[in-house]
């Protein structure tokens, strides 16, 4: 069982940036895949980025350029620093999980970010 924290939300101006962390307990964080979604209000959950074990990364198109995502084994906790936000960037921040190969998947509660001026 993994348990996954995210913190780091909050608001900001546009132009402005934030940088997420998720906290994994539960397995070592070199074993999982870990990535960030967001959903909006009246959308779908985004994928925005993913870091595999082995340090490949995927990232959604809208955030290329803007965010990037790393991984700290060290303090078993992943990160997305999100620069030039924009109020599309708005909505909750979800932290995943998951096993190389295997489809369970464990989530985070999801972290409010805001974009306006």
């Known amino acids: 069982q993994v348990q996954l924290v995210e913190s780091g939300g909050g608001l900001v101006q546009p132009g402005g940036s934030l940088r997420l962390a998720c906290a994994a307990s539960?397995?070592?964080?070199?074993?999982?895949?870990m990535g960030w979604y967001r959903q909006a209000p009246g959308n779908q959950r985004e994928l925005v980025a993913s870091i595999s074990t082995f340090g490949i990364i995927n990232y959604g198109p809208s955030v290329k350029g803007r965010f990037t995502i790393a991984r700290d084994s060290a303090n078993n906790s992943a990160y997305l620093q999100m620069n030039d936000l924009t109020p599309d960037d708005t909505g909750v921040y979800y932290c995943k999980a998951n096993r190389n190969g295997l489809p369970k998947a464990w989530w985070g509660q999801g972290t409010q970010v805001t974009v306006s001026s």
């Open positions: 539960g397995m070592p964080l070199s074993t999982l895949v």
